[in-house]
């Protein structure tokens, strides 16, 4: 059973950023690709990005060069920095860990998610 967990949310004004992570556990975690998305009250949750076992990593295009995905294979960790926070940007973000094989999604795990609340 993959062990999610993610931290580093809160409350901050437009304008500032936070760090998010996920640690994962049970898992060898290099192997596994980790998306990050977001659920806004009354809205569906949709996909902020990823990175792969091997590094790449997109973005979608309402965060891309405001946001950044990093992995720590060491510390079984995923980072999301998320710079020039906007209002829209408050929602409840989850982590997504998985094996991708063959167009599946294997081991198909999530985390219990993190509140993020940007004031303006």
């Known amino acids: 059973q993959v062990q999610l967990v993610e931290s580093g949310g809160g409350l901050v004004q437009a304008g500032g950023s936070l760090r998010l992570s996920c640690a994962a556990s049970?898992?060898?975690?290099?192997?596994?690709?980790i998306d990050w998305y977001r659920q806004a009250p009354g809205k569906q949750r949709e996909l902020v990005g990823g990175?792969?076992?091997?590094?790449?990593?997109n973005y979608a295009d309402s965060v891309k060069g405001r946001f950044t995905i990093s992995r720590d294979n060491a510390k079984n960790t995923v980072y999301l920095q998320m710079n020039s926070l906007k209002p829209e940007d408050t929602a409840v973000y989850y982590c997504?860990?998985?094996?991708?094989?063959?167009?599946?999604?294997?081991?198909?795990?999530w985390g219990q998610g993190t509140h993020v609340t940007v004031s303006s």
């Open positions: 049970r898992i060898i975690f290099s192997i596994y690709t």
């Open positions: 997504n860990a998985y094996i991708f094989r063959s167009g599946d999604k294997l081991s198909d795990s």
């Open positions: 990175i792969s076992s091997g590094g790449s990593t």
